[in-house]
């Protein structure tokens, strides 16, 4: 029982990554914290869907559609739907109705189901359309640009981009990179220390909060199906 991921990452400057996905003799998997929204189509015994995915803050239990196929579109952060700002897709998300094989429905268009070659192709044209925006506040600070705005101001926007905080982006992102370390065979001291976590301790609260697996399972690889691919390449 398990789901098989394949995940790139993209060129594009509105795509984090695309990511496929299929379950096999899976029915519940442990869901991942995450900091992105997306888009995801998957089809389950012929019928296709569509739906956007908002962030996630802390792990849990969900449903996996079984024998499905997945296309997934991880958007980058400071970006959102027009018509569907993200901090309402935070620990939640939306199916959109009227999907087929070929096209879904968003914000009163029809658009063609996109592939995973040719995902930013979509994505593209939604930029176009105004229908997917962005927040450059966002990207300035994640380029680790200095701002004129006051602190307060910079968080306040930071949160209406993305529906979270920075600091709870930084603890989810390091817990997914500590994660996915941790399955690629990097011992909890090493992590610990690359990572900056205060101690083993300290590390498995976060695991647990945000990935739902002890160090342990990730590096044995136990536990159930995980919304995480975990056979990545990383880079140091």
Same mark, same amino acid.
């Given at each position: 029982m398990e789901?098989?991921?394949? /995940?790139?990452?993209?060129d594009s400057p509105w795509v984090d990554a695309v990511w496929t996905c299929t379950s096999e003799r899976v029915t519940r998997m442990t869901s991942v914290a995450a900091v992105r929204w997306g888009l995801v189509f998957w089809v389950q015994d012929g019928r296709a869907y569509t739906s956007v995915t908002g962030p996630e803050t802390r792990a849990g239990t969900a449903p996996v559609p079984e024998g499905a196929t997945f296309t997934g579109i991880d958007f980058a952060l400071g970006t959102s739907l027009r018509a569907l700002p993200t901090p309402e897709l935070v620990d939640g998300g939306v199916v959109l109705p009227d999907t087929t094989r070929r096209s879904f429905r968003l914000d009163g268009s029809r658009w063609e189901t996109p592939g995973p070659d040719d995902a930013e192709a979509l994505v593209e044209r939604l930029v176009r359309a105004g229908i997917v925006v962005r927040d450059p506040i966002v990207t300035e600070i994640l380029r680790g640009h +200095?701002? !004129?705005? +006051?602190?307060?101001?910079?968080?306040r926007r930071? &949160?209406? !981009?993305?529906?979270? /905080? &920075?600091?709870?982006?930084?603890?989810?992102?390091?817990? &997914? /990179? !500590?994660a996915e370390l941790l399955a690629a065979g990097a011992p909890a001291a090493d992590v610990v220390a690359k990572l900056d976590y205060f101690d083993e301790p300290h590390l498995a609260r976060a695991l647990r909060t945000y990935v739902g697996r002890t160090a342990g399972q990730l590096r044995d690889r136990v536990g159930g199906a995980i919304a995480l691919d975990l056979d990545q390449r990383?880079? +140091?």
């Open positions: 789901l098989r991921f394949g /995940t790139r990452a993209s +200095s701002l !004129a705005a +006051s602190g307060r101001t910079v968080e930071f &949160r209406a !981009a993305t529906g979270l /905080t &920075r600091g709870a982006v930084r603890q989810i992102e390091r817990a &997914r /990179t !500590a990383l880079t +140091s």
